[in-house]
């Protein structure tokens, strides 16, 4: 299993960006996939979750209203798009799958709001 995210970055409050993660190493379509983030001395937390066919999200309320999790099972890639950004979503933002009983991660990406 092989995730790589991409998009992160330096953006001011109240702007946008888009992640991505590429997967590759199990069957995309097959698999529910989440979004994380971890802030510097706090634990990975949950952003978002889509199942396999991207008829279901979830999200935390933190972020519920400006955050859309979406998948394109064709390209093997998850995405999360992040808008009105606030000082409080800066992280470092992972996607993580489970395979049979497994978690896996990307290395991340990191996302900083900041004036």
């Known amino acids: 299993v092989q995730l790589v995210e991409s998009g992160g970055g330096l953006v001011q409050p109240g702007g946008s960006l888009r992640l991505s993660c590429a997967a590759a190493?199990?069957?995309?379509?097959?698999?529910?996939m989440s979004w994380f983030r971890q802030a510097p001395g706090t634990g990975r937390k949950l952003v978002a979750r889509i199942g396999s066919t991207g008829a279901s999200t979830n999200y935390a309320d933190s972020v519920k209203g400006r955050f859309t999790i979406s998948r394109d099972n064709a390209k093997n890639t998850l995405y999360l798009q992040m808008n009105s950004l606030k000082s409080e979503d800066t992280a470092m933002y992972y996607c993580?799958?489970?395979?049979?009983?497994?978690?896996?991660w990307g290395q991340g990406t990191q996302v900083t709001v900041s004036s």
């Open positions: 993580q799958v489970s395979r049979t009983g497994i978690d896996y």
């Open positions: 190493g199990f069957t995309f379509s097959n698999a529910a």
